[in-house]
Antibody, heavy 120, light 107 residues
Framework: EVQLVESGGGLVKPGGSLKLSCAAS????????MNWVRQAPGQGLEWVST????????YYADSVKGRFTISRDNAENALYLQMNSLRAEDTAIYYC?????????????WGQGTLVTVSS | DIQLTQSPSSLSASVGDRVTITCRAS??????LNWYQHIPGKAPKFLIY???RLQSGVPSRFSGSGSDTEFTLTISGLQPEDFATYYC?????????FGGGTKVEIE
């Protein structure tokens, strides 16, 4: 069974940093791209970033480009999102999601999410 | 960026009803259109990819159709567990984008 467990969310002040982690199990991690998708309070889903299976291809939404960094550790079956220069509008539930194939595309399995709150 | 417009934004229906949700893209996305179901507090669930291909384990009452810029998700025979918000998503190009969602409520 595919399992994705996010951690690292919390309360942070504007301008601060936070690093999210996603522990993956139940599948061959090195075969799939991985994604972060977020949902702000009362809003819909917003794609944040994708990293290909090998880590060679990385994509970001314009709203986070230059502030967020996605990475993966294929030896540890882990996905990360380093978030810097956080803004109030980054407040959201952040979901880790497995890609359907090795590069960008639909997300076929999702974690339960971790809440990030940016507030003074 | 490719914009996806879902309609309606919400609807009320009864168990057993047939429900249709529309998703329109701002430009052609071929068949790169996917559908998700989201119940608050739970992980989003992947339903349909490439317009009409049902993800493994998804009940056959869910179906998708369309091409280019207009797509539909149909639920034939609504069940109690289907009351949720449904999102379309295009995976034709980066940035991946989602529609605004359609909330299906109990009438």
């Amino acid at each position: 069974e595919v399992q994705l467990v996010e951690s690292g969310g919390g309360l942070v002040k504007p301008g601060g940093s936070l690093k999210l982690s996603c522990a993956a199990s139940g599948f061959t991690f090195t075969t799939y791209s991985m994604n972060w998708v977020r949902q702000a309070p009362g809003q819909g889903l917003e794609w944040v970033s994708t990293i290909s299976s090998s880590g060679s291809y990385i994509y970001y939404a314009d709203s986070v480009k230059g502030r967020f960094t996605i990475s993966r550790d294929n030896a540890e079956n882990a996905l990360y999102l380093q978030m810097n220069s956080l803004r109030a509008e980054d407040t959201a539930i952040y979901y880790c999601a497995r890609g359907y194939n090795w590069n960008y595309g639909p997300e076929d399995n999702w974690g339960q999410g971790t809440l990030v709150t940016v507030s003074s | 960026d490719i914009q996806l417009t879902q309609s309606p934004s919400s609807l009320s229906a009864s168990v057993g009803d047939r429900v249709t949700i529309t998703c329109r893209a701002s430009q052609s996305i071929s068949s790169y259109l996917n559908w998700y179901q989201h119940i608050p507090g739970k992980a989003p669930k992947f339903l349909i990819y490439a317009t009409s291909r049902l993800q493994s384990g998804v009940p056959s009452r869910f179906s998708g159709s369309g091409s280019d810029t207009e797509f539909t998700l149909t639920i034939s025979g609504l069940q109690p567990e289907d009351f949720a918000t449904y999102y379309c998503q295009q995976s034709f190009t980066i940035p991946l984008t989602f529609g605004g969602g359609t909330k299906v409520e109990i009438e």
